[in-house]
């Protein structure tokens, strides 16, 4: 079967680093995206990995191994606006949406 | 500003009534989708359509019809709502003719069933 996981719950201190995992099995590959929701809002698209390799947009970067079937979402300079779930999401070779279930993200001052 | 809504952000129904959920995109995209999302879950898509008057079971239609007469409205109706259609429910769009691409995600609609 498809799988996608990730941690439950994560938390970090304000102004520090924080790493989100997420590992996928699915039936093939068509690219993984990082998603942002807050509590009681849409999703919003954070980035899309398609190749190897690490992505930056400002303070958020994601990073892919399609030989490891994984991914990592790093977040710097936390700030208080960033607690909120982080969605991992693989489109697999049918080009469907596999979504894991997610990761909420605490930020303490 | 690219804009996705739905028409109720609350809903509370009775068990057997027919629900309807209506979603509106105002960024000329083909592609329309309804998931569901409950606690512990990741996002579960229930129908999604490519095109006017199109429709594609997701991977939970039991329950749901979709109609989609217009290309900006995506309709989900729950002919006979039950109490495990208790949830969030999240429309989405994305441009293009296959299911590449950013989802543009409305506010959803949170529908409890008594």
């Known amino acids: 079967g498809q799988n996608i996981d990730q941690p439950t719950e994560m938390t970090a201190t304000e102004g520090a680093i924080v790493q989100i995992n997420c590992t996928y099995q699915t039936s093939g590959f068509n690219g993984l995206f990082w998603y942002q929701q807050h509590a009681g809002e849409a999703p919003t698209f954070l980035s899309y990995n398609v190749l190897d390799g690490l992505e930056e947009k400002g303070r958020f970067s994601s990073f892919l191994s399609r030989s490891k079937g994984y991914s990592y979402l790093l977040l710097k300079e936390l700030q208080m606006k960033d607690s909120a779930s982080y969605l991992c999401?693989?489109?697999?070779?049918?080009?469907?949406?596999?979504w894991g279930a997610g990761t909420k993200l605490i930020i303490k001052p | 500003d690219v804009k996705v809504t739905q028409s109720s952000r609350y809903l509370v129904k009775r068990t057997g009534e027919k629900v309807f959920l209506e979603c509106v995109q105002d960024m000329d995209h083909e592609n329309m989708f309804w998931y569901r999302q409950d606690p512990g879950l990741g996002l579960r898509l229930i129908y999604f359509?490519?095109?006017?008057?199109?429709?594609e079971k997701g991977d939970i239609p039991e329950g749901y019809s979709v109609s989609r007469e217009k290309k900006e409205r995506f309709s989900l109706i729950l002919e006979s709502a039950s109490t495990n259609q208790t949830s969030m429910y999240l429309c989405?769009?994305?441009?293009?003719?296959?299911?590449?691409?950013?989802?543009?995600f409305g506010e959803g609609s949170r529908l409890t069933v008594l």
């Open positions: 359509s490519y095109d006017v008057k199109m429709k």
């Open positions: 999401a693989v489109m697999d070779s049918n080009y469907q949406l596999i």
């Open positions: 989405a769009s994305s441009l293009g003719q296959t299911n590449t691409g950013e989802l543009f």
